[in-house]
């Protein structure tokens, strides 16, 4: 073999090796670059479908009339805007109610009411500030027991607890009616049977 020939081969030999590394080295970039779009899709993934943003914050009331429905009467909970509230439990299942009123009803007695599991802890409860009409969380906020049902406007005959985001609040609205007291305000570890009857008797028997 002539040194021209021999020449010739070794160039073919190292521009194919030089080919095949190119390509190695290719594959691996890319295999990275795909897994860590993967990784990087995975994680808006998990933030925008785990559980913890739902159980954290509130949603947007359902207009559609099957999951918008009040879980205690059954009417469209995003229709009454000042008065609404919802619930989600530890599994991640959620309900609206039209009113606070029936909020407490269902706090009170979530087994006969609850679409999902009963035995899944309550871990967020937001519901419509009286004074600023925006969803507050009310696991640290607080209610009158308000029981003049012809005060307000409310979405139910019987009546609805005003909520507030903080103590003050709620004492500064007593303080507005005679027929009120500051030991008429209350949280949602309060609330009894006394006070789900008072709301929401009728639908409470329903559901007995």
């Known amino acids: 073999m002539t040194s021209d020939r021999r020449t010739v081969d070794r160039r073919r030999v ?11 080295i290719a594959g691996c970039l890319g ?14 993934d998990e933030e925008e479908n785990g559980e913890e ?15 918008g429905e009040c879980a205690v009467c059954n009417m469209i909970a995003v ?3 000042d008065w609404n509230a919802q619930v989600v439990h530890e599994d991640g299942h959620r309900e609206y109610f039209c009113s606070k009123g029936c909020l407490v009803a269902y706090y009170f007695a979530p087994e006969k009411f609850t679409g999902g599991d009963p035995d899944e802890e309550i ?22 027991y308000e029981r003049d049902t012809d005060r307000h406007d409310y979405p139910m005959p019987r009546g609805s ?17 005679d027929d009120l007291s500051e030991d008429d305000v209350f949280t949602l570890e309060d609330i009894d049977r006394e006070m789900a009857e008072f709301y929401r008797e009728p639908r409470l028997e329903e559901m007995a």
């Open 14 to 24: 190292l521009g194919t090796i030089g080919i095949g590394a190119t390509a190695a």
């Open 31 to 44: 295999d990275e670059g795909e897994n860590g779009d993967d990784e990087e899709e995975n994680g808006d």
């Open 53 to 67: 943003p739902e159980l954290t914050e509130p949603v947007d009331f359902p207009e559609d009339d099957d999951e």
């Open 79 to 81: 229709e009454y805007p």
């Open 123 to 144: 871990v967020g409860v937001w519901a419509t500030s009286f004074d600023s009409g925006d969803l507050i969380d009310v696991t640290e906020g607080y209610f009158v």
């Open 161 to 177: 607890p005003p909520a507030f985001e903080d103590e003050e609040s709620a004492l500064d609205y007593v303080e507005e009616y």
